[in-house]
């Protein structure tokens, strides 16, 4: 059965898309920890990140380079960090989370809330700035 992400990156279920190449697909996290906040996934579906081929780790830490320079562009940060965390979605993905401090990155602390009009002007943002290149 096709994971969430599998399903997203097809169109079945809707996302706030950054960016898309032929090998990985970067949306907005719908509980996000910070604006911007970023998950990058390969369009492989392979469930652990560590069994993904060499070749695809490269794409998609290539693809991931590339969303964080549009995300630090577009959402005032110090800097664009990368976590590998959760077990929910079996289907490699990275979080991007744009930081001021550190201590942000606590996983345990409460989501924002953002409306949809929001999340869509966030992705819009990030977006733009990664086709501007």
Same mark, same amino acid.
């Given at each position: ?6 399903k997203i ?5 809707? +996302? ?33 990140l560590y069994d ?43 979080? /991007? /989370? ?17 409306? +949809?009009?929001?999340?869509? +002007? ?5 977006? +733009? ?5």
């Amino acid at each position: 059965m096709a994971s969430i992400f599998t399903k997203i990156i097809n169109g079945e279920i809707p +996302s706030y898309k950054i960016a898309e190449d032929a090998h990985c697909y970067a949306f907005l996290d719908i509980n996000p920890l910070m604006k911007g906040h970023t998950l990058v996934v390969p369009k492989e579906e392979v469930d652990y990140l560590y069994d993904l081929s060499d070749d695809t780790t490269a794409k998609l830490h290539i693809f991931a380079k590339r969303v964080a320079l549009g995300i630090e562009k577009a959402i005032p940060c110090k800097r664009v960090g990368v976590m590998v965390i959760g077990t929910e979605v079996p289907h490699a993905h990275l979080h /991007l /989370l744009p930081f001021e401090q550190e201590s942000q990155f606590d996983i345990t602390r409460p989501k924002l809330k953002l409306g +949809s009009e929001e999340m869509a +002007s966030i992705a819009a943002k990030i977006s +733009s700035f990664i086709a501007a290149g």
